[in-house]
């Protein structure tokens, strides 16, 4: 049975390389080659390829905005990531229920199986991305605990409350304390944290998923 696919890409080296390779190979029919989000979604929804290879550095509509589209649209195209893609990306394409999921390091051969993989109903994840994978969450679950460990309950809801924009009067009302223990509190929250201000808090506290 021949694999249709869509091809989605922003470099036009990449995606000329690709549809080469599988205009080549007699399992695979590439229906389209796009080079952003957008156009890609529209190729999924004309074309219903049964595999769409895309990267997750796509403009216009980000990759992973365009995951989340297909999920909510319940398309029945199975989404397969060959990318290089920063490895936080790659955990938010994982937690959308990606399938394949291969880097741009590994050869067109390795790509192919993954395809085949996904498209009989299997998962296909590179080991490589999915150990760094392993080890991003296991760093960010030992500074959480660090953070959770230095940080006094108190400390962290107000923590919470500042990273979400409350200023120190609300909280301090909030909390039945007067603003300037919330100040005090705040205080040792940076001096802890080693954070110079709100801004600095706030991607602290993002960055460690302790929102």
């Not at 996904?118 to 679950?141: A, C, F, I, N, Y």
């Not at 110079?196 to 960055?207: D, N, T, V, Y």
Request: hydrophobic share 40%; with cysteine.
């Amino acid at each position: 049975m021949t694999i249709d696919l869509v091809l989605a890409d922003p470099y036009p080296v990449m995606l000329d390389g690709l549809s080469h390779a599988f205009h080549d190979a007699p399992e695979f029919s590439v229906k389209s080659c796009v080079s952003h989000g957008d156009a890609a979604l529209h190729a999924v929804k004309h074309h219903r390829p049964h595999i769409l290879v895309m990267d997750l550095s796509l403009t216009q509509r980000s990759g992973l905005a365009l995951l989340e589209e297909m999920r909510e649209a319940d398309v029945k195209t199975l989404p397969v990531v060959f990318t290089g893609a920063p490895i936080g990306e790659v955990m938010q394409a994982i937690d959308l229920g990606v399938q394949g999921l291969v880097s741009k390091e590994k050869s067109k051969q390795i790509l192919s199986r993954c395809i085949r993989s996904v498209h009989e109903g299997g998962q296909w994840l590179d080991r490589d991305l999915t150990v760094k994978t392993m080890s991003l969450l296991l760093e960010q679950k030992k500074k959480n605990t660090q953070a959770s460990h230095l940080l006094t309950p108190r400390e962290l809801t107000i923590a919470r409350m500042v990273t979400e924009g409350w200023p120190n009067k609300k909280i301090a009302t909030k909390l039945f304390i007067s603003e300037g223990t919330a100040k005090l509190h705040l205080h040792h929250v940076y001096q802890k944290l080693s954070c110079p201000g709100r801004m600095s808090l706030q991607r602290f506290m993002q960055e460690q998923g302790l929102m």
